[in-house]
């Protein structure tokens, strides 16, 4: 957690989205149009409510024709660690320790390919666990991806349930599946940026994230 925390300090503005407790509405919108994926990495830094138990959501990615497309997936039980899931197409993967619910950042990378379902989690840089079996479809076009709500429809249909608590930052996207030697790498230098990200958290990044009753320091740049 002290590598993280000099991680976002090394960095002299990002936008931190603070989730205060959970909502029906308090969520984040990527402007990105996704094509067809059939392999995807998403990397990202976290700092969960520590008084919030329960299913909780990172991020959902749905399609028209599929409301339950891709999503990453956390259970919070008082005095364990935080619990990670992937779901993709509708199948859930296996909730899985990650990390101490600590009150500190945490870096999470999952990777998913449609050859075998093939898929693993990552935190702090190093793996956590991996698997097969989740959906061999290619992941839709054109998809709506939101930060701290689980969708019930395309884009919407919020559950104060399963959302998210806590605070957000440093989210990319590939299209392809980052290797364990990469994530480990990108870790230690404090830099997501292993080549070729197709979504990057960046300095205009409320060009590319709309924010939705999110008020407060999430709307502003945060400055260390």
Wanted: glycine residues 8%.
């Amino acid at each position: 957690s002290n590598l993280i925390f000099s991680c976002l300090n090394s960095s002299s503005e990002t936008l931190i989205l603070e989730f205060a407790g959970r909502s029906d509405r308090n969520h984040a919108r990527l402007l990105h149009k996704f094509p067809s994926m059939d392999s995807v990495s998403v990397c990202t830094r976290v700092r969960f409510d520590p008084n919030c138990f329960g299913i909780s959501t990172i991020f959902s990615y749905s399609i028209q024709s599929y409301i339950n497309e891709f999503q990453l997936r956390v259970n919070l039980v008082k005095g364990k660690p935080v619990q990670l899931a992937l779901l993709v197409h509708g199948v859930h993967g296996p909730y899985k320790e990650a990390f101490d619910l600590d009150d500190f950042w945490h870096s999470v990378c999952v990777s998913w390919s449609q050859s075998g379902g093939r898929w693993a989690l990552f935190t702090d840089g190093l793996v956590v666990s991996r698997g097969e079996g989740l959906s061999s479809n290619n992941i839709g076009p054109g998809g709506r991806f939101i930060i701290g709500q689980e969708q019930d429809t395309f884009g919407g249909s919020f559950k104060k349930n399963e959302s998210f608590s806590g605070s957000i930052t440093e989210l990319y996207i590939w299209d392809r599946v980052l290797n364990s030697s990469e994530i480990y790498t990108m870790e230690k230098e404090c830099s997501p940026n292993s080549s070729g990200p197709v979504f990057k958290w960046s300095g205009s990044i409320l060009c590319t994230v709309k924010l939705y009753y999110i008020k407060g320091p999430a709307l502003a740049v945060t400055h260390y």
